[in-house]
Protein backbone atom coordinates (compact mmCIF):
# COMPACT_ATOMS: atom_id res chain seq x y z
CA UNK A 1 0.00 0.00 0.00
CA UNK A 2 1.68 3.33 -0.86
CA UNK A 3 2.28 5.79 2.06
CA UNK A 4 0.55 8.60 0.64
CA UNK A 5 1.68 10.98 3.19
CA UNK A 6 5.44 10.09 3.41
CA UNK A 7 5.48 10.55 -0.34
CA UNK A 8 3.56 14.66 0.86
CA UNK A 9 5.85 15.42 2.74
CA UNK A 10 8.89 14.20 0.48
CA UNK A 11 7.90 16.63 -2.03
CA UNK A 12 7.81 19.05 0.28
CA UNK A 13 11.20 18.71 1.50
CA UNK A 14 12.34 19.00 -1.85
CA UNK A 15 10.41 21.36 -3.78
CA UNK A 16 8.30 23.24 -1.08
CA UNK A 17 5.11 23.99 -0.76
CA UNK A 18 4.09 25.06 -3.81
CA UNK A 19 4.88 21.52 -6.04
CA UNK A 20 2.24 19.70 -4.09
CA UNK A 21 -0.23 21.84 -5.49
CA UNK A 22 1.30 22.45 -9.15
CA UNK A 23 1.78 18.47 -9.10
CA UNK A 24 -0.45 16.77 -6.35
CA UNK A 25 0.20 13.60 -4.93
CA UNK A 26 -2.34 11.33 -6.83
CA UNK A 27 -4.65 8.89 -4.50
CA UNK A 28 -6.44 7.50 -7.44
CA UNK A 29 -7.69 8.98 -10.55
CA UNK A 30 -10.57 7.63 -13.90
CA UNK A 31 -12.21 9.26 -16.34
CA UNK A 32 -14.41 11.46 -14.34
CA UNK A 33 -12.97 11.71 -10.66
CA UNK A 34 -9.57 12.34 -9.27
CA UNK A 35 -8.49 12.37 -5.56
CA UNK A 36 -5.13 14.42 -4.10
CA UNK A 37 -3.42 13.61 -1.34
CA UNK A 38 -3.76 15.71 1.82
CA UNK A 39 -3.21 14.70 5.07
CA UNK A 40 -6.19 13.37 7.23
CA UNK A 41 -4.98 10.34 8.92
CA UNK A 42 -5.52 11.71 12.38
CA UNK A 43 -8.63 10.18 14.26
CA UNK A 44 -9.53 10.43 18.18
CA UNK A 45 -11.94 8.07 18.52
CA UNK A 46 -13.06 9.37 22.21
CA UNK A 47 -14.07 12.84 20.56
CA UNK A 48 -17.42 13.38 21.72
CA UNK A 49 -18.60 15.78 18.66
CA UNK A 50 -17.88 14.92 14.88
CA UNK A 51 -18.24 17.26 12.38
CA UNK A 52 -18.77 15.35 8.63
CA UNK A 53 -18.37 17.40 5.33
CA UNK A 54 -17.69 16.05 1.87
CA UNK A 55 -14.62 16.32 0.85
CA UNK A 56 -11.58 19.45 1.35
CA UNK A 57 -11.79 21.71 -1.58
CA UNK A 58 -9.41 23.80 -3.20
CA UNK A 59 -8.34 26.45 -0.55
CA UNK A 60 -7.79 23.21 1.57
CA UNK A 61 -5.55 22.13 -0.67
CA UNK A 62 -3.26 25.28 -0.60
CA UNK A 63 -3.40 25.52 4.11
CA UNK A 64 -2.75 22.00 4.25
CA UNK A 65 0.72 22.39 1.97
CA UNK A 66 1.18 25.36 3.80
CA UNK A 67 0.94 24.38 7.42
CA UNK A 68 2.98 21.01 6.65
CA UNK A 69 5.80 23.16 5.15
CA UNK A 70 5.71 24.61 8.40
CA UNK A 71 5.85 21.72 10.66
CA UNK A 72 8.54 20.02 8.59
CA UNK A 73 10.46 23.15 8.92
CA UNK A 74 10.32 22.83 12.51
CA UNK A 75 10.81 18.98 12.78
CA UNK A 76 7.36 18.01 13.53
CA UNK A 77 6.44 14.25 14.07
CA UNK A 78 4.63 12.74 11.19
CA UNK A 79 1.91 12.23 14.41
CA UNK A 80 1.86 16.11 15.15
CA UNK A 81 1.87 16.69 10.69
CA UNK A 82 -1.02 14.24 10.56
CA UNK A 83 -3.03 16.04 14.02
CA UNK A 84 -1.98 19.56 13.22
CA UNK A 85 -3.50 19.32 9.66
CA UNK A 86 -7.11 17.98 11.44
CA UNK A 87 -7.03 21.22 14.08
CA UNK A 88 -5.45 23.62 11.54
CA UNK A 89 -6.06 22.61 8.46
CA UNK A 90 -9.85 20.60 7.95
CA UNK A 91 -12.72 23.39 8.33
CA UNK A 92 -10.06 25.59 8.40
CA UNK A 93 -9.44 28.58 6.22
CA UNK A 94 -10.50 32.74 6.05
CA UNK A 95 -14.41 32.00 5.57
CA UNK A 96 -15.28 28.49 6.59
CA UNK A 97 -13.69 28.02 9.75
CA UNK A 98 -15.55 31.80 11.15
CA UNK A 99 -18.80 30.86 9.59
CA UNK A 100 -18.46 27.40 11.13
CA UNK A 101 -18.04 28.87 14.90
CA UNK A 102 -20.92 31.25 14.19
CA UNK A 103 -23.32 28.35 13.55
CA UNK A 104 -21.87 26.48 16.38
CA UNK A 105 -22.44 29.07 18.62
CA UNK A 106 -25.96 30.37 17.36
CA UNK A 107 -27.29 26.83 18.21
CA UNK A 108 -25.03 26.14 21.37
CA UNK A 109 -23.73 22.78 20.08
CA UNK A 110 -20.30 23.27 22.14
CA UNK A 111 -22.34 23.44 25.07
CA UNK A 112 -23.39 19.74 25.20
CA UNK A 113 -19.39 18.59 25.11
CA UNK A 114 -18.88 21.37 27.77
CA UNK A 115 -17.05 23.85 26.10
CA UNK A 116 -18.23 27.58 26.74
CA UNK A 117 -17.81 28.25 22.63
CA UNK A 118 -17.24 26.93 19.59
CA UNK A 119 -13.74 28.64 19.40
CA UNK A 120 -12.25 26.11 22.10
CA UNK A 121 -12.71 23.35 20.03
CA UNK A 122 -10.06 23.96 17.90
CA UNK A 123 -7.80 24.74 20.82
CA UNK A 124 -7.61 23.46 24.34
CA UNK A 125 -10.66 21.55 23.70
CA UNK A 126 -9.56 19.98 20.31
CA UNK A 127 -9.13 16.82 22.08
CA UNK A 128 -13.72 16.61 21.92
CA UNK A 129 -13.70 17.25 17.71
CA UNK A 130 -13.08 15.02 15.33
CA UNK A 131 -13.75 16.70 11.84
CA UNK A 132 -14.00 13.70 9.32
CA UNK A 133 -14.95 14.06 5.86
CA UNK A 134 -17.19 11.31 3.28
CA UNK A 135 -14.11 11.78 1.15
CA UNK A 136 -11.07 12.21 2.85
CA UNK A 137 -8.69 12.93 0.16
CA UNK A 138 -9.39 16.24 -1.97
CA UNK A 139 -11.83 14.42 -4.66
CA UNK A 140 -12.13 16.52 -7.87
CA UNK A 141 -14.84 15.69 -10.40
CA UNK A 142 -13.69 17.10 -14.09
CA UNK A 143 -11.34 19.41 -12.45
CA UNK A 144 -14.16 20.85 -10.05
CA UNK A 145 -14.61 20.19 -5.86
CA UNK A 146 -16.63 17.17 -5.87
CA UNK A 147 -19.80 18.29 -4.32
CA UNK A 148 -22.43 15.83 -5.71
CA UNK A 149 -25.44 13.88 -4.27
CA UNK A 150 -24.39 10.77 -2.13
CA UNK A 151 -25.99 8.77 -4.53
CA UNK A 152 -23.49 10.19 -7.09
CA UNK A 153 -20.99 9.09 -4.60
CA UNK A 154 -22.47 5.49 -4.04
CA UNK A 155 -22.64 4.93 -7.66
CA UNK A 156 -19.05 5.41 -8.73
CA UNK A 157 -16.83 2.48 -7.61
CA UNK A 158 -13.85 4.83 -6.44
CA UNK A 159 -15.66 7.04 -4.54
CA UNK A 160 -17.43 4.34 -2.72
CA UNK A 161 -14.35 2.27 -1.89
CA UNK A 162 -13.01 5.04 0.07
CA UNK A 163 -16.53 6.39 1.47
CA UNK A 164 -16.72 2.75 2.78
CA UNK A 165 -13.13 2.03 4.08
CA UNK A 166 -11.79 5.86 5.27
CA UNK A 167 -15.30 7.48 6.27
CA UNK A 168 -17.35 4.75 7.58
CA UNK A 169 -14.60 2.50 8.90
CA UNK A 170 -13.61 5.49 11.24
CA UNK A 171 -17.39 5.80 11.89
CA UNK A 172 -16.66 2.60 13.54
CA UNK A 173 -14.03 3.11 15.51
CA UNK A 174 -15.83 6.56 17.40
CA UNK A 175 -17.16 6.42 20.86
CA UNK A 176 -20.63 5.39 20.38
CA UNK A 177 -22.03 8.35 22.63
CA UNK A 178 -20.37 10.90 19.60
CA UNK A 179 -22.71 13.20 18.28
CA UNK A 180 -22.36 14.42 14.61
CA UNK A 181 -24.07 17.38 12.88
CA UNK A 182 -23.26 16.86 8.84
CA UNK A 183 -22.43 20.24 7.03
CA UNK A 184 -24.28 20.05 3.83
CA UNK A 185 -26.90 17.53 2.42
CA UNK A 186 -24.56 15.32 1.25
CA UNK A 187 -23.35 15.00 4.44
CA UNK A 188 -26.57 14.64 6.20
CA UNK A 189 -27.34 12.23 3.64
CA UNK A 190 -24.65 9.64 4.51
CA UNK A 191 -25.25 9.82 8.62
CA UNK A 192 -28.51 9.01 7.57
CA UNK A 193 -26.95 6.14 5.63
CA UNK A 194 -24.61 5.08 8.43
CA UNK A 195 -27.99 4.63 10.51
CA UNK A 196 -29.13 2.14 7.88
CA UNK A 197 -26.57 0.40 8.38
CA UNK A 198 -26.27 0.28 11.95
CA UNK A 199 -22.86 1.93 12.83
CA UNK A 200 -25.23 5.36 14.53
CA UNK A 201 -27.99 5.44 16.43
CA UNK A 202 -30.43 8.31 15.10
CA UNK A 203 -30.27 9.98 18.90
CA UNK A 204 -26.68 10.44 17.51
CA UNK A 205 -27.65 12.60 14.28
CA UNK A 206 -27.95 16.99 15.92
CA UNK A 207 -28.69 17.88 12.49
CA UNK A 208 -27.26 19.61 9.69
CA UNK A 209 -25.86 23.17 8.58
CA UNK A 210 -25.05 24.37 5.40
CA UNK A 211 -21.60 24.13 3.96
CA UNK A 212 -19.90 26.77 5.85
CA UNK A 213 -17.36 27.78 2.82
CA UNK A 214 -20.60 28.86 0.42
CA UNK A 215 -19.98 32.67 0.32
CA UNK A 216 -23.15 34.95 0.17
CA UNK A 217 -26.01 34.96 2.30
CA UNK A 218 -26.69 31.35 2.60
CA UNK A 219 -25.42 31.02 6.34
CA UNK A 220 -27.03 34.44 6.80
CA UNK A 221 -30.51 33.12 6.17
CA UNK A 222 -29.71 29.94 8.05
CA UNK A 223 -28.13 32.55 10.59
CA UNK A 224 -31.53 34.40 10.83
CA UNK A 225 -29.46 37.09 10.01
CA UNK A 226 -31.34 38.25 7.11
CA UNK A 227 -35.06 37.38 6.40
CA UNK A 228 -36.35 35.54 2.72
CA UNK A 229 -37.79 38.58 2.46
CA UNK A 230 -34.98 40.47 2.46
CA UNK A 231 -32.98 38.34 -0.69
CA UNK A 232 -32.69 39.96 -3.65
CA UNK A 233 -34.66 38.27 -6.52
CA UNK A 234 -31.71 36.63 -8.01
CA UNK A 235 -30.51 35.07 -4.88
CA UNK A 236 -30.03 31.15 -5.65
CA UNK A 237 -30.87 30.90 -1.14
CA UNK A 238 -34.90 31.85 -2.53
CA UNK A 239 -35.12 28.58 -3.60
CA UNK A 240 -33.24 27.05 -0.75
CA UNK A 241 -35.03 28.04 2.00
CA UNK A 242 -37.45 24.98 2.44
CA UNK A 243 -34.56 23.05 3.42
CA UNK A 244 -32.68 25.62 5.44
CA UNK A 245 -35.64 26.03 7.45
CA UNK A 246 -36.34 22.47 8.05
CA UNK A 247 -32.41 21.94 9.00
CA UNK A 248 -32.55 24.68 11.46
CA UNK A 249 -35.56 23.38 13.22
CA UNK A 250 -34.17 20.04 13.40
CA UNK A 251 -31.26 21.21 14.65
CA UNK A 252 -32.44 23.83 17.49
CA UNK A 253 -35.08 21.00 18.99
CA UNK A 254 -32.44 18.25 19.04
CA UNK A 255 -30.05 20.26 20.91
CA UNK A 256 -32.87 21.69 23.27
CA UNK A 257 -33.67 18.27 23.94
CA UNK A 258 -30.55 16.93 24.40
CA UNK A 259 -29.69 20.20 27.03
CA UNK A 260 -32.64 19.21 28.73
CA UNK A 261 -31.36 16.00 29.38
CA UNK A 262 -27.98 16.19 30.35
CA UNK A 263 -29.02 19.60 32.35
CA UNK A 264 -28.63 18.81 36.30
CA UNK A 265 -31.29 18.65 38.36
CA UNK A 266 -31.97 21.62 40.78
CA UNK A 267 -30.94 21.22 44.53
CA UNK A 268 -33.65 20.51 47.14
CA UNK A 269 -35.71 23.09 48.64
CA UNK A 270 -35.34 22.97 52.27
CA UNK A 271 -37.70 24.40 54.36
CA UNK A 272 -36.07 26.43 57.11
CA UNK A 273 -38.09 26.68 60.94
Same mark, same amino acid.
Given at each position: M??F?????A??R??G???VI???VV???????A???VP????N??????LV????????VR?????????LH?R??????Q???K??V?L??K???P??????D +????PE????????A??N???ER????A???? %?????G???D?A?E????A???R??F???????????RT?A???A??R???? %??Q??V??R???????L?M?P??A????????????????????????? +??V???D??????ES??RK??A?I??????????A
Open positions: TNIEAYCQILAAGSAKPVARDSTYMHYCEYLPQAALVSTTPGHAHLAAAVTEELNAPGRVVRENRREGGLVRNLIRML +HFRVLVGLPHAALWDGFLQPLLLPH %ATTRRLAFGLELLDPMLDVETQFLGAVRQMDLYVLGTAWA %ALHATRLLARRQLGMVPRAGSMVRYFLREIAASALSAKDPVR +HRDWLAAHAELNVLRSRPDPPPAYLI
